[in-house]
């Protein structure tokens, strides 16, 4: 605070307490001495704090707005999903009660179509070929053991990724440890973690991996592309898939691999097998699955997987000056096409071919 005493043409600011000349303060009639008792500066500074008000007042209640539309749009999209689930069961119960009897594949009893469970398709609902009690046992007979416990362990409770790398992707997964188990895991020695790892994605992807195409028998064309250690196994799999698809109510043309091979039978006609690659390291038959895939959409196949539905890959791949099947995998997550730290990293990074057999 200035203890001067004003001279001729000055005056003291109420606010800043600081003698100015009167040529920094705005006239005001009524007043005494003909101008405000608060200097121009300080009077620019008040307006500059009202506005900063007005708009963090104004800020908080579009933040507000926001918070209530995003809370109206989430509750009309759980009415949505929930009257959604409902005509869903209701279709299902309906198409449950159609049904005729069937006979278990595992204990061979003929049952109600009600002991079966039952899952959702393309093409409508698909019956479970093993009755319920049949189908526990074989989830239970699916389950692997943890390689520290070694307790045998639901996929649900492993865990799902490791050291930042996913250990799942590309439809499968490594089930590695369960997660009760991860600190034990992870104080290990690296040396002892990479034979943990070595033996369980081993066991995941057992020697003998292949990929596949199915092909059409009248235009010869490459139909879809798959990955299997038991080829011949997995086509009779494919064939019994598509003869086991039922229709739904609402059922509708869709060009998936069960309709297209359903189509086919219809006309007293299969597709055929070819094995297209033996992969030698086998940890890494997914990686090849969707190299090649990608080398199908990029060659104009007539794909029926996934991922030849997804227009955005599609136009990525096609505008890709790539060679899938012999582009070095970095240069595929330098592109994106492989995620780094994805499931194909982790096999890459912890699978090395100095620990391979």
């Not at 393309?122 to 699916?142: D, I, P, Q, S």
């Not at 490594?174 to 081993?202: D, H, N, T």
């Amino acid at each position: 605070m200035s203890t001067a005493t004003p001279q001729e043409n000055e005056k003291p600011c109420r606010q800043c307490k600081q003698i100015k000349p009167l040529l920094a303060f705005s006239r005001l009639k009524g007043k005494a001495d003909g101008y405000k008792e608060i200097c121009d500066e300080c009077q620019g500074f008040n307006q500059q704090e009202r506005h900063r008000r007005v708009a963090a007042q104004r800020a908080m209640w579009l933040q507000g707005q926001e918070r209530e539309d995003r809370r109206q749009m989430e509750w009309a999209r759980r009415v949505a999903l929930r009257q959604a689930q409902e005509t869903r069961w209701q279709e299902l119960e309906n198409w449950y009660l159609q049904q005729p009897d069937r006979r278990c594949r595992a204990c061979q009893q003929l049952l109600p179509a009600s002991a079966f469970d039952s899952t959702s398709s393309a093409n409508g609902f698909v019956l479970y070929t093993r009755c319920k009690a049949c189908h526990a046992l074989l989830l239970e007979r699916r389950q692997v053991a943890c390689c520290m416990c070694q307790k045998k362990t639901l996929r649900v409770d492993f865990i799902s990724q490791l050291k930042g790398y996913a250990l799942c992707g590309m439809g499968t997964s490594l089930s590695l440890c369960c997660k009760r188990c991860e600190a034990s895991f992870l104080a290990l020695p690296e040396p002892e973690q990479r034979v943990l790892i070595r033996s369980c994605c081993e066991r995941t992807f057992p020697i003998g991996q292949v990929i596949y195409a199915e092909v059409d028998p009248e235009t010869h064309e490459i139909r879809y592309v798959g990955r299997t250690s038991k080829p011949k196994r997995r086509h009779a799999q494919h064939l019994l898939e598509a003869a086991s698809v039922t229709n739904g109510a609402d059922s509708k043309v869709c060009h998936t691999r069960s309709s297209w091979i359903q189509t086919l039978a219809e006309r007293g006609l299969k597709p055929c097998m070819r094995i297209i690659r033996s992969v030698e390291v086998s940890p890494y038959v997914a990686e090849w699955e969707q190299r090649y895939i990608w080398y199908g959409i990029q060659q104009g196949w007539n794909l029926l997987n996934c991922e030849a539905a997804n227009e955005a890959l599609v136009a990525r791949i096609k505008n890709a000056h790539l060679d899938f099947l012999n582009a070095p995998f970095e240069t595929l997550v330098q592109q994106n096409f492989f995620p780094a730290y994805g499931f194909a990293y982790f096999l890459r990074t912890w699978y090395e071919s100095e620990y391979v057999s």
